[in-house]
């Protein structure tokens, strides 16, 4: 039997205990200051069916998906951003939502573009938005 040859793959990375750590520090700050002002936090699903992201991406994107056929045969696709899928999200609950909605989410995020320095094709996104409202106060709140 060949032995395997541990490596990663190019765009991908792992994080040793020091800076994973720093990094759960950072995320549990950022979420602290997130809850403080209102938002809840939201999870999405890494994989979406891929027509949600082919619809709302860029030409651009829709090239760098990693997009593939499940063992069920539907046609999926790793999320490139959080932004989609909260959009998905919010038209799948919009009777269990309260508008304006503050959410906040943190979460990894793919992208099949060529891997460069300081470039990964899976990184950790961080956003926070105010869903159902045109009041310029919230864009005050976020600037706060």
């Known amino acids: 039997m060949a032995l395997v040859t541990p490596r990663t793959l190019s765009g991908f990375r792992d994080r040793l205990p020091k800076e994973a750590l720093a990094k759960t520090i950072l995320l549990n700050k950022l979420s602290a200051v997130f ?22 991406g860029s030409d651009e994107i829709q090239k760098e998906l990693y997009r593939f056929k499940d063992h069920g045969g539907r046609d999926v696709a790793l999320r490139f951003d959080l932004t989609v899928p909260l959009a998905r999200f919010v038209s799948q609950y919009k009777n269990e939502v309260d508008l304006p909605f503050k959410r906040f989410a943190i979460g990894n995020v793919f992208r099949g573009e060529r891997a460069q320095r300081g470039r990964y094709r899976e990184f950790t996104q961080c956003d926070f938005d105010f869903i159902g409202s045109d009041s310029i106060s919230c864009d005050a709140e976020i600037l706060q």
């Open 35 to 56: 809850m403080s002002f209102g938002f809840v936090p939201i999870e999405t699903p890494h994989l979406e069916y891929a027509d949600v992201l082919v619809k709302q």
